[in-house]
């Protein structure tokens, strides 16, 4: 391991700051001076797709913390934002007509998350369509 300078700055990558970002140990951190700031409602886009969709949202309720990120080399769409459950598991995206202003405020550094605030039953007629809805935050 390489020893820093007297004033040399630590670094870490997105990655790692993530990781820390989203690990049990941030929640018990205390933010005094951060606040929570509703930006919208959106049905995930794509649940249609994961393969375990079903499985992943049974282990869910309403309330829970969904964790968004960004994806930039989306070949699909260079604004896209993932979202997953608090396991690392793939719930779907947001849907591409609400990234924009979203994926700007991400790339300028702001933390988003989005809160669970409706899971559909499977055995409804728009599953897995319209299997989730979350509420977006963002923390400031």
Known sequence: MARRKKNELATITSSELTGLIYSPLAAEVSKPFSRQIFLTHVNV????????????????KE??????LREPKNEYDELAILVKDER????G?????????MARLMDAGKLL???????????????PWNALTIAIYMED
């Open 45 to 60: 886009a794509g649940c249609n797709h994961v393969r375990y969709i079903k499985k992943y949202l049974s282990q869910m």
């Open 63 to 68: 309330g829970d913390r969904v964790i968004l």
């Open 88 to 91: 690392k598991h793939k719930l």
């Open 93 to 101: 995206y947001v849907p591409r007509a609400r990234n924009h202003m």
């Open 113 to 127: 998350y989005g809160v669970v605030t409706e899971i559909l039953d499977p055995d409804d007629d728009r599953f």
